[in-house]
């Protein structure tokens, strides 16, 4: 049984409420091979298949939580893995562009307040 992945990409994180994903492109990639599964695949899928560029930084969200969580290393792709293998559904990828890669210690994505001028990120 291989993985569905959907990534978002070209677009940005914003908050209103909640935060989400806005102006994106979608793809959709199925059957990648839960044994070559690993963080490296996934950017390689990115840089590779969708021409997304560095700086990025991958997040995703389960469907039971409304709180994104970043994909730095291959036991954060583990963690996804296990997910969509458990739940037998598609995840879903988004990605953050631009990023200061300098600092490890991220927990949210940098997003803009709606109703605020754009580009402002917090």
Same mark, same amino acid.
């Given at each position: 049984?291989? *993985?569905?992945? /959907?990534?978002?990409?070209?677009?940005?994180? *914003?908050?209103?409420?909640?935060?989400?994903?806005?102006?994106?492109? !979608?793809?959709?990639?199925?059957? %990648?091979?839960?044994?070559?599964?690993?963080?490296?695949?996934?950017?390689?899928?990115?840089?590779?298949?969708? %021409?997304? /560029? /560095?700086?990025?930084? %991958?997040?995703?969200?389960?469907?039971? !939580?409304?709180?994104?969580?970043?994909? $730095?290393?291959?036991?954060?792709? !583990?963690?996804? $893995?296990?997910?969509? %293998?458990?739940?037998?559904?598609?995840?879903? #990828?988004?990605?953050?562009?631009?990023?200061? !890669?300098?600092?490890? #210690?991220?927990? *949210?994505?940098?997003?803009? *307040?709606?109703?605020?001028? #754009?580009?402002?990120?917090?």
């Amino acid at each position: 049984m291989g *993985i569905a992945v /959907k990534f978002y990409y070209r677009g940005s994180f *914003i908050r209103d409420w909640v935060i989400c994903y806005n102006g994106r492109e !979608e793809t959709l990639i199925e059957a %990648l091979d839960p044994d070559k599964w690993c963080y490296f695949e996934l950017t390689g899928i990115l840089e590779t298949d969708l %021409l997304v /560029k /560095k700086p990025y930084r %991958l997040w995703w969200m389960s469907d039971e !939580e409304v709180c994104f969580r970043v994909i $730095k290393d291959d036991a954060a792709a !583990e963690v996804v $893995k296990d997910y969509a %293998l458990k739940n037998n559904s598609a995840v879903n #990828l988004f990605v953050e562009h631009n990023v200061d !890669e300098s600092s490890d #210690l991220v927990d *949210i994505p940098n997003y803009d *307040i709606v109703g605020e001028e #754009l580009g402002q990120s917090y």
